[in-house]
């Protein structure tokens, strides 16, 4: 398995040939559609041919204090909860899941 979270260059790193040679290969790569508007489709039209494709939306940092289910959160206030889970992203992100077919 390859993570890939590097900015906005997975636009670059990522074309037909490198990904069909690794078509045997799963992969998890966070898109920034906001560095690199148009990333998010190219990368599916590239991956889709060799492999299945998942994209998995991140939740906001509202949504995260009541949708985690890790027990130290809930003995804080939901204020310090908050804090705690915050990521302050720019935008919402997206995940590419790729999955060796």
């Known amino acids: 398995m390859i993570v890939c979270?590097?900015?906005?260059g997975e636009g670059?790193?990522?074309?037909?040939?490198?990904?069909?040679r690794l078509r045997r290969t799963d992969f998890i790569v966070?898109?920034?559609?906001?560095f690199r508007p148009g990333v998010t489709n190219d990368l599916l039209n590239i991956f889709k041919k060799t492999h299945t494709i998942i994209l998995i939306d991140a939740i906001s940092d509202e949504e995260k204090v009541s949708a985690y289910r890790y027990p130290?959160?809930?003995r804080m206030s939901?204020?310090?909860c908050r804090y705690a889970t915050a990521e302050r992203r720019y935008?919402?992100?997206?995940w590419l899941v790729a999955l060796a077919g």
């Open 5 to 8: 979270d590097i900015e906005g």
């Open 12 to 20: 670059d790193l990522f074309d037909d040939d490198i990904v069909s």
């Open 30 to 34: 966070e898109l920034h559609e906001a």
């Open 72 to 74: 130290p959160l809930h």
């Open 78 to 80: 939901e204020v310090l």
């Open 91 to 94: 935008s919402k992100m997206q």
